[in-house]
């Protein structure tokens, strides 16, 4: 049986004042649609600390056809942190709009090397493909999207790979793009988690039965800026911008994993959650990974026949692929605000199409989006139920 969640999340007045509840509907359908990806954290009875971690997700549309595909990051051998066979490789799956997913790894070159844990997806060089930054124990990885359907490490050549100065490699578990200093190119903020070294690790548990043990065990770590010099190199600004000053551990790792629990229809530790309209529906899809076992792709069936309306920003002078742009739709019913962001869940990225639902609104009386530059443009009476591409006025 195909597992199949009703969840009672969106909240309808009607006329007579009581409440009424759409009913948001999910169908699991990852197997089916060929996503098939197991996360493999490399589990040793030892229980070293990173194999809790594994991994993130990532939808994006790395050939630029419209549609979401799924990029799924994987572990290595414990503790030699190598990827040894296929069964550590990352993933990519490419969406081909009928409802199948195919592995495109191998072709694309974005299997990785070493123990990886989070993705972040941005156009870095601003050439209007997607890149990919991969956050991992000792190594990251920028993959620049050649836009033929393969991808360049070109880590070292950016500047990403050098140790830092004062703590060595570091255990990155999540990553970010953004224009920080706002000069229209995407800098990476990287989320480094706590100091780890398996000849030190401290033992937790019982004698003869050890356990993982807690974050607090370990010293944390800072955090990571880096400024994107626009020809290709990154810049460690971390002591600079004053990031470096706040130790924590890994300021997205805690708190928001169990977003994947919301599904809970299927027992599994869940990891990385990703956010996206992989059919163009209309209705956001949700995949997920789990600890030792498969990719899950939430389907959004949900009956409710309620209008939407989804916006690709496209920057000129502005980041390239829209992201900080600010979106405001005004309809009948009100005023609605959103962001292009892709940094939305554990150690994952999400759909950078901005989403609105609509309600029973047919049409979108004005739409406004705020650029990065500071450039307003807004746009009037626009018809519902499409995927909008504003592109930012030169
Ligand atoms: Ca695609
Ligand atoms: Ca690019
Ligand atoms: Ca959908």
Redo the contacts with the bound molecule.
Sequence with gaps: MRPVLSLLLAGTFTAGGAPSFDPVVFEEVAAARGLRFVTNPGRTPRKHQPETMVAGVALLDFDGDGWLDVYAVNGATMPGLVKSGPEFHNRLFRNDGKGSFTDVTARAGVAGTGYDLGVATGDFDNDGRTDLFVAGLRRNTLFRNRGDGTFADVTDAAGLARPDPKHGTLWAVAGAFLDYDRDGRLDLFVSNYVVWDPANEPACGNPGAPDYCHPKQYQGLPNSLFRNNGDGTFTDVSEKSGIRAHVGKGMFADGSASAGDAFGARKAVHRGVAF??????????VVVTALDGPLELW??VSPAPNHWLSVKAVGTSSPRDGAGAKVKVVTAAGAQWSHVSTAVGYGGASDPRVHFGLGAEKTVRELSVTWPSGKVQTLRDVAADQVLTVTEPR
């Design positions: 996206g309209d992989v059919d163009n529906d209309g209705r956001v899809d389907r959004n």
